[in-house]
């Protein structure tokens, strides 16, 4: 009979270990069925966001840590096997006697060839495009999913181009320097020496025996990528929303950004802004134009806005309603709402339009009535 103390306390360190332990999927916020590519793409997001170069919030650098250390095991097939049958200690268990975990900022440095910020590495170009958004969606706000063509570095060999890091060798013409020593005869008995980049490996030093049979040798491949645009609400025209480091991937260069540039869509005949105002253009009739009327406009958010004229409307007037604008981006409030009217004349009088105008006007048989003497 296990004594209670003794049961309690067991329960208190097994508790103890279900909480220290570290889901990796949950720190780099994907489901266990994830792919390799999910997995890339969550550990380049996620630690270039908690870099501590970049982050200095409490807890970026501890949060920098766990994200490396889940990547280390997820993108590494064997390690991941084992933690997902036996968890985290069955993975300290596997790698006892093994070198301690590999450095962050090793895994980081290897991942995008240098460390954010850095003079050393050479950006890729930024993309930008334009996209045309619903003012109704700006009105209210929004997200907007969208796809951008792009290439990513080969799953396969990381960007290589090797079928295998065996198949990477010393290029032989330049020893592995990448340049070549060019002596040329100026005249007899004088030369001179130049230096050159090598042309069997271009530069590189490196020679590739075998190439990756999934990019045959490109390094990189086509990928349509899935994003999603968060429409601010009052967004002005001409905004950029900036998706830092998801340009096309290389080798040679960190990849640069892509940029977003919303402007709203033109709606013939329908709401325009400027600003935080907003203009709407209402068509009256001529009884309405000259007796006054009510009515209802249903605004981009599906509100009611009440249109109210008492007495004569011009052609062109303009009516401004306070607060029922755009949303003052990154303000509190609105903008105001300007509803111009156009008046339509008829061709013709019904018999309940002449009625109306006889009422108003005091008519008979189409003639203003005469006080008689």
Known sequence: MIPSSLLLLLTLLCLGVLVSAVDFYKVLDLARSASDKDIRAAYKRLSRKYHPDRNKDEGAEEKFVDIAR???????????????????????????????????FDIFQSFFGAPPGGQQARKGPTSLSEIEVSLADIYTGASIDFMIKKRILCDHCRGSGAASSDDIHSCPSCGGAGVKIVRQQI???????SQVSCNECGGRGKIIKKVCPHCQGSKVLDHTQHYTLEVPKGMPEGHEIVFEGEGDESPDWEAGDVVL?????????????????????????????????????????????????????????????????????????????YVEYNVVLPTSLSPEMEKRFAEVFHLEDGQPKRDEL
């Open 70 to 104: 889940a990547y280390e095991v997820l993108s590494d097939s064997t390690k991941r096997q084992i933690y997902d049958r036996h968890g985290e200690e069955g993975l300290k268990a596997h790698e006892s006697g093994q070198p301690a975990h590999t450095n962050p």
């Open 187 to 193: 005249f007899p008995g004088m030369f001179s020496q």
């Open 261 to 337: 540039r919303a402007r709203s869509r033109k709606e013939k005949g329908g709401w325009r802004r400027k600003e935080s105002g907003l203009y709407w253009k209402e068509t009256i009739g001529v009884a309405d134009a000259l007796l006054g009327f009510e009515r209802n406009l249903t605004h981009l958010d599906g509100h009611t806005v009440q249109l109210k004229r008492t007495g004569v409307t011009q052609p062109g007037y303009i009516q401004v309603i306070k607060g029922e604008g755009m949303p003052k981006f990154e303000q509190t409030g609105f903008g105001d709402l």
